[in-house]
């Protein structure tokens, strides 16, 4: 069973970054698509960003476009955010599928998830 595990959440003044990572301890990510959503309250999970574990065909959602970038390293992804702005305020989920699919935004290309990690943006 593959466990993801998110840590670098916390509390950012706007105009400020953070590096989100993601971790699979002792379990390969080959592959996998390998991706981020986000939740505000009372919203819907929302597609951040995602690319195969080649490293190969990064996409982003819309809103965060330009200013964040996912990347991915052995059994790990990481969401550098930078220029954050109050509407970026939510718990972030990784997210790992298991077959590589022409379309990564749809939360049904995943299989697993972990357990989120907030991000407060707030001056």
């Known amino acids: 069973q593959l466990h993801l595990v998110e840590s670098g959440g916390g509390l950012v003044q706007p105009g400020g970054s953070l590096r989100l990572s993601c971790a699979a301890p002792?379990?390969?990510?080959?592959?996998?698509?390998l991706g981020w959503f986000r939740q505000a309250p009372g919203k819907e999970r929302q597609f951040v960003a995602a690319?195969?574990?080649?490293?190969?065909r990064p996409s982003y959602g819309d809103s965060v476009k330009g200013r964040f970038t996912i990347t991915n390293s052995g059994n790990s992804v990481y969401l550098q955010m930078n220029s954050l702005e109050p509407d970026d305020t939510a718990v972030y989920y990784c997210?790992?599928?298991?077959?590589?699919?022409?379309?990564?935004?749809?939360?049904?290309?995943?299989?697993?998830w972990g357990q989120g990690t907030q991000v407060t943006v707030s001056s």
């Open positions: 997210a790992a599928g298991r077959n590589s699919r022409p379309n990564y935004a749809p939360l049904s290309a995943y299989e697993w």
């Open positions: 002792g379990y390969g990510l080959d592959y996998h698509g």
């Open positions: 690319v195969e574990w080649s490293g190969n």
